[in-house]
């Protein structure tokens, strides 16, 4: 059963290849989206919340995080929910927008996530699809020149893009819940962020 209490905060998903430039479109959107509807923003990046885990937790499970990502490997899907969800139940009082970027990767975070905006009564959220090809965004990441961005890594994170995100944005094209949009990302950033904030209408 839907929870039929609605709130005034909106809830924005950002999904996008390595390499798309959506951290910098989410700082864009999210410095417009507190002067245009004046509410404060809770910001769940899951690559910085997996990162201050390592750093300020002393845990077994900490230090196991830690081990994963210096590795390479893919945490589960379960520490990743933790920390996202945790975030929200920690500062989320029902008057603040809500940035979810980094998650979710897979379908059952979808599917999970959907289901806690409707807890929190979030009327229609919005899924931001910032596309670009896998060759463009292949030639973006090596010309950045980063040590973790190897061809073999960056083959690597668009074979898991392509095999697993693909299904969670599958998952949303087609949620009643939400509302998809999906944004041309091969183009500068003052065009990409001007076609974003064409089509996701604010308030």
Not at 33 to 60: A, C, M, P, Q
Request: contains cysteine; aromatic residues 10%.
């Amino acid at each position: 059963m839907e929870n039929t209490n609605k709130s005034e905060s909106q809830a924005y998903i950002f999904i996008g290849r390595s390499g798309c430039g959506k951290g910098t479109q989410v700082e864009l959107f999210k410095k417009e989206l507190g002067e245009k509807t004046g509410l404060e923003t809770i910001h769940v990046e899951t690559g910085s919340l997996l990162r201050d885990f390592t750093k300020n937790n002393g845990s077994y499970s900490a230090e196991r995080t830690g081990e994963v990502i210096y590795t390479g490997g893919l945490m589960p899907e379960a520490m990743v929910i933790y920390l996202w969800m945790r975030k929200v139940v920690e500062n989320f009082t029902g008057k603040e927008n809500l940035i979810f970027d980094g998650a979710p990767r897979k379908i059952n975070e979808a599917i999970l996530l959907d289901g806690a905006l409707n807890f929190y009564g979030i009327k229609k959220y919005k899924v931001i699809y910032i596309n670009v090809s896998k060759e463009w965004a292949t030639e973006r990441l090596l010309a950045r020149q980063r040590k973790d961005d190897s061809v073999e890594g960056i083959n690597k994170r668009m074979e898991w893009f392509d095999n697993e995100v693909m299904k969670s944005i599958e998952f949303f094209q087609v949620d009643q819940h939400g509302e998809f949009i999906e944004v041309n990302g091969e183009q500068s950033i003052e065009d990409v962020h001007k076609e974003l904030m064409s089509k996701v209408k604010i308030g």
